[in-house]
């Protein structure tokens, strides 16, 4: 079976789990290797697993959840969440971003969009969980997808990509900061307020933490600073399957059984209004 190629570029940006030295690929992009000789073999579905030996990362999105993430995104759903990640993205005047690094960044559905208003840039996908890698592994033909440790040492190397995205995911201000290249951004979006606010209360889902804004700033702070801040904010109108997608590919799906979760969604309307609404925050490295 023949292989998509790996993007050359995308591959250049990546480092040693184990030495921190660069990696190539293999012959054929069966893999990845050092220069000291470690070695990192090619999944059947295209990704790459970059960890050091006997380190196990948190526990990633399983494959329900994954499949459900699919579907919603799919769908179109959150395309208005894409578009303002991908103008926080593009905006700046350190010129095109051609350099992309998407952590926690589940199928790649949010990098593929962004990549595709940038066509002379490159990504990699970064998760913990291999269901969603093996997926982002197809999501863009220019992005590269690896099942990696957020919380750890990042697989990439120093000042190599010029944007960080952090999409709902766990934010490690000291290693983002480290691969930011001179005059590179971090861009996160996170859950306003009112995100979903019309299915909090009939499914019991978990509210958005009020002090959100805080933490965000204690994990990225003094290596990082903010200096652009915008939000999106829109009304979908979803059916009671797309209203059980949704909470399934989330958070909410660790807190509730399948068999709770359907009970509720079945008291609801047939359709259901449903805000999105995210805040969309811009930093640089400080100093």
Same mark, same amino acid.
């Given at each position: 079976m023949?292989?998509?190629p790996?993007p050359?570029?995308?591959?250049?940006?990546?480092?040693?789990?184990?030495?921190?030295?660069?990696?190539?690929?293999?012959?054929? @992009?069966?893999g990845?290797?050092?220069?000291?000789?470690h070695?990192? %073999? $090619?999944?059947?579905q295209g990704? =790459?697993?970059?960890?050091?030996p006997?380190?196990?990362?948190?526990?990633? %999105?399983?494959?329900?959840?994954?499949? %459900? $993430?699919v579907?919603f995104?799919?769908?179109?759903?959150?395309?208005?969440v894409?578009r303002? &990640?991908?103008d926080?993205? +593009?905006?700046?005047?350190?010129?095109?971003?051609? +350099?992309l690094?998407?952590?926690?960044?589940g199928?790649?559905q949010?990098?593929?969009?962004?990549l595709?208003?940038?066509p002379?840039? *490159?990504?990699?996908?970064?998760?913990?969980s291999?269901?969603?890698?093996?997926?982002?592994?197809?999501?863009?033909? #220019?992005?590269?997808? =690896?099942?990696?440790? +957020?919380?750890?040492?990042l697989?990439v190397?120093d +000042?190599?990509v010029?944007?960080?995205?952090?999409?709902?995911?766990?934010?490690?201000? !000291?290693?983002?900061?480290?691969?930011?290249?001179?005059?590179g #951004?971090?861009? =996160?979006?996170? !859950?306003?307020a009112?995100?979903?606010?019309?299915?909090?209360e009939? &499914?019991?889902?978990?509210?958005? %933490?009020p002090?959100?804004?805080?933490r965000l700033?204690?994990a990225?702070e !003094?290596?990082? #600073?903010?200096?652009?801040?915008?939000?999106h904010?829109? $009304?979908?109108? &979803?059916? #009671?399957a797309?209203?059980?997608?949704?909470v399934?590919?989330?958070?909410?799906a660790?807190h509730?059984?399948p068999?709770?979760?359907?009970?509720?969604?079945?008291?609801?309307?047939?359709?259901t209004?449903?805000? *999105?609404? *995210? @805040?969309?925050t811009t930093?640089? $490295?400080?100093?």
């Amino acid at each position: 079976m023949s292989r998509r190629p790996w993007p050359a570029r995308a591959v250049r940006l990546l480092a040693c789990p184990v030495c921190g030295a660069p990696l190539a690929a293999r012959p054929d @992009d069966a893999g990845l290797r050092c220069p000291a000789g470690h070695s990192f %073999d $090619r999944a059947r579905q295209g990704h =790459v697993t970059l960890l050091p030996p006997g380190h196990v990362p948190p526990s990633g %999105d399983s494959a329900a959840m994954v499949a %459900d $993430r699919v579907a919603f995104l799919a769908a179109g759903h959150y395309a208005g969440v894409t578009r303002a &990640l991908a103008d926080a993205v +593009a905006a700046g005047d350190d010129g095109p971003p051609g +350099a992309l690094l998407d952590l926690g960044g589940g199928t790649g559905q949010h990098l593929a969009g962004v990549l595709d208003r940038l066509p002379g840039s *490159v990504g990699v996908v970064l998760d913990s969980s291999r269901y969603a890698a093996r997926r982002a592994a197809g999501a863009h033909p #220019r992005a590269l997808a =690896v099942v990696g440790d +957020a919380w750890a040492r990042l697989p990439v190397r120093d +000042a190599a990509v010029n944007r960080v995205l952090v999409v709902f995911a766990p934010r490690n201000g !000291p290693e983002i900061a480290r691969v930011l290249r001179p005059g590179g #951004r971090l861009v =996160v979006v996170t !859950p306003a307020a009112d995100h979903l606010t019309e299915l909090v209360e009939p &499914l019991g889902l978990l509210r958005v %933490d009020p002090d959100k804004a805080r933490r965000l700033s204690a994990a990225l702070e !003094p290596q990082l #600073r903010p200096i652009a801040a915008s939000g999106h904010r829109e $009304r979908l109108e &979803l059916d #009671r399957a797309a209203v059980t997608t949704l909470v399934g590919m989330g958070p909410h799906a660790r807190h509730l059984s399948p068999a709770g979760l359907a009970a509720a969604v079945a008291g609801l309307p047939e359709r259901t209004p449903v805000t *999105v609404s *995210v @805040d969309v925050t811009t930093w640089i $490295r400080a100093g």
